[in-house]
């Protein structure tokens, strides 16, 4: 039987909990995801764990922080002013942002605290630090890599 492979693409359906059993994210009741093996659009662990998979396989994979979306970064987190926000943001603990960062790409970021007239903005993603668990079922090899190239 056909297995997934890197430069393949693949269609999935998935769904994401917490080591607290909390689901954050499935793509149940929608289309499958869509995607590229090995082009780096999806954490790391999830790609790793579809690699291998057969079409109508089904997985439960545990992935660790350093695979997902990383461990917290202290260097992550700036302050500043709250006169440096648009005039037009009124801010709020919980609101995200987005903010350019020095090579120019446009980075979220969320609002952490708001003491005294200087804002907390943290640029960590929220499951950062998390041990995830992906229950994978692999629908279908949409695109494999010999196809693409004949």
Do not use: W
């Amino acid at each position: 039987m056909t297995q997934a492979k890197i430069g393949d693409t693949v269609k999935v359906h998935y769904s994401g909990m917490l080591d607290t059993g909390v689901l954050f994210d499935t793509s149940e009741g929608s289309d499958p995801l869509q995607f590229e093996l090995g082009s780096g659009g999806l954490i790391a662990g999830f790609e790793e764990a579809v690699v291998g998979m057969s079409p109508g396989e089904s997985k439960t994979v545990h992935i660790p922080p350093e695979k997902a979306y990383g461990r917290y970064r202290e260097d992550r987190v700036i302050k500043i002013d709250k006169t440096n926000l648009p005039e037009d943001i009124v801010p709020a603990v919980g609101m995200t942002l987005e903010v350019c960062a020095p090579n120019g790409v446009m980075v979220p970021v969320q609002i952490t605290e708001i003491e005294e007239g200087i804002v907390t903005l943290d640029a960590n993603h929220p499951l950062s630090e998390q041990t995830l668990t992906f229950e994978i079922k692999l629908v279908e090899i949409a695109v494999s890599q010999e196809a693409k190239g004949q």
